[in-house]
Each structure stands twice: as structure tokens, then as C-alpha cells.
């Protein structure tokens, strides 16, 4: 269950700013922090998978260097 507090804060990426999070109460915050933790999880996932295939597709031009660079 989304408390009413949670439903009217800012949302999809937009900050809030330190007055925004003085009238929240101590739950909602929580919540938001384990919502940020979380997506911050997945983007370094992210990172590192794109970073990984950068890495395999640098090695693939290596190993075949007749192939067309971009």
C-alpha cells in the first residue's frame, strides 16, 4: 500500500528539495531511500554489463582487425 505522502512527492527522477523532506514522515523516507538503493543497484548493474560488452567488442576488433570500425 502507497501511503498518501508517497503519492504526492515528486516522482521519475525529479529531486526534493530539503523543505519537501522536512514534512515527510520518518516511513515515507525510508521507503524512498530503499527505492533509490535499489535503482542505484541496477544502474551500476547496467554500467557494468555496458561496460563489459564495450570491453568484448574492443577485443572482438582485436582479434579481427580487417572489420570496419565505427
Known amino acids: 500500500m502507497v501511503s498518501k505522502g508517497a503519492r504526492e512527492r ?3 527522477g525529479e529531486a526534493m528539495n530539503k523543505s519537501e523532506l522536512g514534512i515527510i514522515g520518518d516511513a515515507e523516507l525510508v521507503e524512498e531511500l530503499s527505492v533509490l538503493t535499489t535503482q542505484t543497484a541496477r544502474m551500476r548493474a ?4 555496458i561496460m563489459a560488452e564495450l570491453e568484448r567488442r574492443r577485443c572482438a576488433r582485436s582479434a579481427h582487425p580487417t572489420g570496419a570500425r565505427r
Open 46 to 49: 547496467r554500467m557494468a554489463d
Open 10 to 12: 515528486p516522482s521519475g
